[in-house]
């Protein structure tokens, strides 16, 4: 017998990755899952912690934000849009998990599969080629690493071009253009 459309409508609606999770658990203790995207990421914060899982795989958003505020800032460019990695590579905010050269990735200092936590501290913006390339190991040097970059020139107006197309708009650092008069 084939379901309704009235059915089928609620498994297509209950399976869909912006939903959250939808376990009978979750469910029967009435939570409402909120759920945002964020660098690419898809965040789900529950109202109340069923699982009791202190010590996720992913960053929290939080965790996300001071890790890129505490990343190398590039002179006379938006630090909200701009930063260097650890080994120096330039990355876009927007630009998360992807393979391209100005792509990033929050990287495990000490890996999580090794006993690393998701805090602050064990928190570094790295180009999403270099932290693939690293994954669960330690021992690289950062000459190794630095090899494994994807290496791009990126000029200014390749810079100001991209915030366009990306934001919509260019902006600088306000310190960046111009004399001060005294």
């Known amino acids: 017998m084939r379901p309704t459309s009235k059915e089928a409508k609620r498994r297509s609606r209950a399976s869909s990755p912006l939903r959250g999770p939808t376990s009978p658990k979750s469910r029967s203790a009435g939570l409402t899952p909120r759920v945002s995207l964020l660098d690419g990421d898809l965040v789900t914060d529950d109202v109340a912690d069923t699982n009791n899982n202190n010590n996720p795989r992913s960053f929290p958003h939080s965790v996300k934000k001071q890790c890129w505020e505490k990343a190398e800032k590039i002179k006379g460019r938006d630090p909200d849009r701009w930063r260097r990695d650890s080994l120096g590579n330039t990355v876009f905010r927007k630009l998360v998990g992807c393979p391209g050269c100005l792509c990033h990735d929050y990287d495990h200092i000490v890996p999580y599969s090794k006993g690393g ?56 650092a306000q310190d960046s253009w111009g004399c001060r008069i005294q």
């Open 117 to 172: 936590e998701s805090t602050l501290e064990n928190c570094q913006v790295l180009q999403a080629r270099v932290n693939r390339s690293k994954g669960n190991r330690t021992e690289f040097s950062k000459a190794e690493l630095i090899q494994k970059s994807s290496y791009c020139r990126v000029s200014g107006r390749d810079i100001d071009l991209f915030g366009l197309s990306a934001k919509g708009n260019v902006q600088h």
